[in-house]
């Protein structure tokens, strides 16, 4: 494979390499997670979602696993890998667009991306519903993650990184309670 062939990966790749099924999958998941958050955010008259910037986020992020796939010679990656390339791509694109302004929906986008990054790292412990308890234990360190995607530059290797690093956490910690039990 020449380089140019191994830097652009196309939509007829993403499809023969994971599916039509699941690049629809991911892409519905994510837009009614979307309409989800925007409806439970108050949102619904301030921020609509660009669908094509979404879609767009999906097939950057399959593009990017793909190209992971290719390079190391694996079949597939970790979960952490795949929702930080998502995550990292739903920042580039930004597909929450303000239509009316306000102080609430400045970071729109980021607020989703804390919110999706902190229900996977709940789900294992929480199940799929945290309690709002959860949330208080864990509110400087999604404190801290909002501030960091908001003012600091990230990628998706950092993005990894701090998944694993609360993971971690919770594996290392010293005491019988968990911090999201």
Request: charged share 25%; proline share 3%.
């Amino acid at each position: 494979m020449n380089h140019i062939e191994s830097a652009f990966v196309g939509r007829g790749d993403l499809v023969k390499a994971f599916g039509k099924d699941e690049l629809e999958g991911r892409y519905e998941a994510l837009l009614t997670e979307a309409d989800i958050f925007i409806d439970r955010m108050g949102y619904r008259d301030s921020v609509v979602v660009d669908k094509l910037s979404l879609l767009q986020a999906v097939l950057d992020c399959y593009s990017d696993i793909l190209r992971l796939k290719l390079f190391h010679e694996i079949s597939c990656v970790a979960e952490e890998k795949m929702v930080a390339y998502e995550i990292y791509w739903i920042l580039m694109r930004m597909p929450f667009q303000k239509i009316k302004n306000n102080d609430d929906t400045v970071f729109v986008n980021e607020r989703f991306a804390v919110l999706r990054i902190i229900q996977y790292l709940v789900r294992p412990v929480c199940g799929e519903k945290a309690s709002a308890s959860v949330f208080t234990k864990i509110q400087f360190f999604t404190e801290t993650l909002f501030y960091s995607l908001k003012y600091r530059p990230v990628d998706a290797r950092s993005l990894e990184l701090i998944i694993l690093s609360f993971q971690a956490g919770l594996l290392c910690n010293p005491s019988q309670e968990s911090p999201v039990s």
